[in-house]
């Protein structure tokens, strides 16, 4: 159990190095409220005075202190020269010639053996990060103390709770401070120690408000009294000690602080531990054994001995996922590059691969979001261009006034007995026209996919392609001129397709059923055209035999100029006009029917074939032909600095990770209990 504390302190100390907090180690908090008595404890429990003093916010950074027990100095002489027993080596530290020492990480391999010099550093280094005068910063001070007088514990100081700002301070320094208390006690692996003064009511004590706020149980809390010596005369803390005002779950301690007078007249801190007790058993004799400075450092080490063995395997098992996990980081980062060529060639590669898998469907990383690649191409093939190809009226923007129209025209001065089949030609190609800005589109929307699925591989394509943004660049430029120079080329097939269904209309076609039935129409027409030939011819004859009539006269109707008659935009037709119409309209219907058909089935061909199968064959030989050349290699190859930062940051954290590990290890499971 004893070593379970220097444990934890090496685990901190392995985490500093790296500068990163990524796990929650156990560890005491003192929390408490400007001039509460957090210094004066925090001295008791070092057993000597090293902490800056002064009216007004003193402590203005977060100072980690770790108290290291070591065997006296004259142990210690004796291990080194031989004679000393051999447990005690790890306490021996040699080549230090000092009772008690304190160190700072930020003054590496310097040893402080005069704690006035102490304070001086954590003033100056304060003031460094801190301002001259009262600002506060919550980047904190690592220091350690090695001593016989100590027990081994892992302490943070924080600045005390305020309300106004003083100084330089900010209008919210309040808040700040409360801010930074929180986020060292919200760390579940920590203790609270909070201090509030015995001359103040309890129920209005800050810090056991803001303990209160994330140890609601109060499992993790601890309440420090002080200055009981200071309370009014006639009255006493009993009540508040046993916990009878608010109970704490981890119990009351009370103390005896040092006075002004004796902090200015440097009584030595043993004589004032001695008239600790010496006031205790004059005013809480039955509790004399449970309160004091001396047994407020036991019941710290015992508490967080415990308390770290109930969180050593949870922080066993974290180190152990964070290994995993930044070790998975680092093989995504690569190894620095040795050989330029192989590697050009197995980034290139594996682009091209992973570029073609997500056409085919085989990729290795497939959303689920959103359909992507070749799903994506057959959604615009048999959804996208298929709806718009079936939503295209065969008829639409023809009316029956523009049929008969054509027919008119189609026979020029003179009166049609038939149907002409050029009003058919003219007609139904003007509405196969209409196909080709869909099939256009439909080649587009496929262009606009192949441009995604480059973003989408270089997303999910290994970290080698991110390592180098030149050569990503390149890449994307590579692949996007591939199909940019495809993309002409496949809309000029696409629009000879239509091209090719305007240049022959194939009225002997099989699937132009409608072409037989009005074949028969216009025969039955035909022969009634020829019944009456005969009656006309019958007619005239009759007409020759008949005296003549007046020239002019109204009852055989008078000479029209139909030159001057306006020509109606809509009127009704003839029988025999509504019938020709809807023999045009049937023929355009059947004929446009089998063209779109035949069209949103070769589109889809022709855009596979002269797009995305070429670019699939293609892409490699491409991206090879343009990139693997001997002046680029060097130039797309650079990391970007990032990418090599990261890289040393994660291998110095798996570092860090690994020695915890090993530091964890060593504990056995018969040390816990």
């Given amino acids: 159990m004893e070593t379970l504390i220097p444990t934890i302190n090496r685990l901190q100390e392995v985490f ?50 770790q108290l290291v027990n070591v065997a006296p100095l004259r142990e210690r002489l004796k291990i080194e020269n031989g004679n000393g027993v051999k447990q005690n080596v790890q306490n021996s530290y040699p080549g230090v010639r000092a009772e008690e020492w304190g160190t700072f990480l930020h003054c590496k391999n310097q040893i402080f053996t005069d704690f006035q010099e102490i304070r001086r550093e954590i003033e100056t280094e304060t003031e460094r990060s801190s301002g001259d005068n009262k600002g506060i910063s919550p980047e904190p001070i690592y220091l350690k103390i090695f001593s016989p007088k100590v027990l081994n514990l892992t302490l943070v100081d924080l600045p005390g709770i305020t309300k106004v700002p003083v100084g330089d301070q900010p209008e919210d320094i309040e808040a700040q401070v409360q801010e930074m208390i929180l986020s060292f006690i919200s760390n579940p692996n920590s203790l609270i120690l909070a201090v509030s003064p015995a001359n103040s009511d309890l129920a209005t004590s800050d810090a056991l408000k803001l303990a209160r706020e994330v140890d609601p149980d109060g499992r993790r809390t601890l309440l420090v009294i002080s200055k009981l010596d200071l309370m009014d005369a006639g009255t006493d803390a009993l009540e508040v000690l046993l916990g009878r005002v608010i109970p704490v779950r981890l119990g009351i301690i009370g103390v005896v602080n040092r006075s002004q007078h004796d902090i200015n007249t440097q009584k030595n801190l043993e004589d004032s531990m001695k008239d600790e007790q010496a006031f205790l058993q004059r005013h809480y004799p039955s509790l004399a054994s449970r309160a004091g400075s001396r047994y407020l450092a036991k019941t710290l080490s015992r508490l967080l001995m415990h308390h770290i063995r109930d969180c050593l395997p949870e922080l066993k098992t974290r180190v152990t996922v964070l290994s995993a996990q930044y070790q998975a980081r680092l093989n995504g980062y690569g190894q620095p590059v040795e050989d330029h060529s192989a590697t050009l060639l197995q980034i290139v590669t594996k682009f091209a691969s992973d570029y073609c898998n997500t056409i085919e469907g085989t990729a290795r990383h497939i959303q689920t979001s959103e359909l992507c690649g070749g799903a994506r191409i057959c959604y615009i093939f048999h959804e996208t261009f298929g709806r718009t190809l079936q939503s295209i009226d065969p008829l639409g923007g023809l009316t029956e006034l523009d049929i008969l129209t054509a027919i008119r025209n189609a026979t020029g001065p003179r009166p049609a007995l038939f149907v002409p089949e050029v009003s058919f030609e003219l007609l139904v190609k003007r509405q196969i026209k209409r196909l080709e800005e869909p099939s256009l589109r439909c080649v587009e929307l496929v262009h606009e996919e192949l441009q995604r699925i480059i973003q989408h591989c270089s997303s999910f394509s290994t970290q080698e392609l991110l390592r180098f943004p030149k050569l990503h660049d390149s890449i994307v430029e590579v692949v996007t001129g591939l199909l940019r120079k495809r993309l002409p080329i496949t809309n000029e097939m696409v629009h000879n397709l239509v091209a090719i269904e305007l240049a022959y209309i194939n009225t002997k076609h099989p699937d132009f059923t409608d072409a037989a039935q009005v074949s028969a129409s216009v025969n039955s027409q035909q022969a009634e055209a020829l019944d009456g030939g005969k009656r006309w011819k019958n007619e005239k004859v009759a007409e020759e035999k008949a005296p003549p009539a007046g020239f002019g006269s109204p009852s055989k109707g008078q000479a029209i100029n139909l030159l001057d008659t306006a020509v109606p935009v809509s009127r009704k037709l003839s029988a025999r006009e509504q019938r020709d119409c809807e023999v045009i309209q049937r023929l355009i219907k059947c004929y446009f029917l089998i063209v779109r058909k035949s069209i949103q089935d070769s589109v889809p061909k022709t855009v596979m074939h002269f797009l995305v199968n070429f670019v699939k064959e293609h892409l490699q030989s491409e991206l090879v032909g343009q990139l693997y050349k001997q002046p680029l290699l060097q130039e797309l190859l650079i990391e970007s600095q990032d990418t090599a930062q990261q890289r040393t940051e994660v291998a110095q954290m798996l570092e860090a990770l690994k020695k915890a590990n090993n530091i964890i290890s060593e504990i056995r499971e018969t040390h816990l209990w």
């Fill in 16 to 65: 500093l190095t790296v500068g990163a907090e990524i796990i929650q180690l156990p560890q005491i908090v003192v929390v408490g409220s400007q001039s509460s008595g957090k210094s004066s404890v925090l001295e008791s429990l070092v057993g000597r005075d090293f902490l800056p003093r002064g009216s007004g916010i003193v402590t203005r950074r977060p100072l980690v202190l």
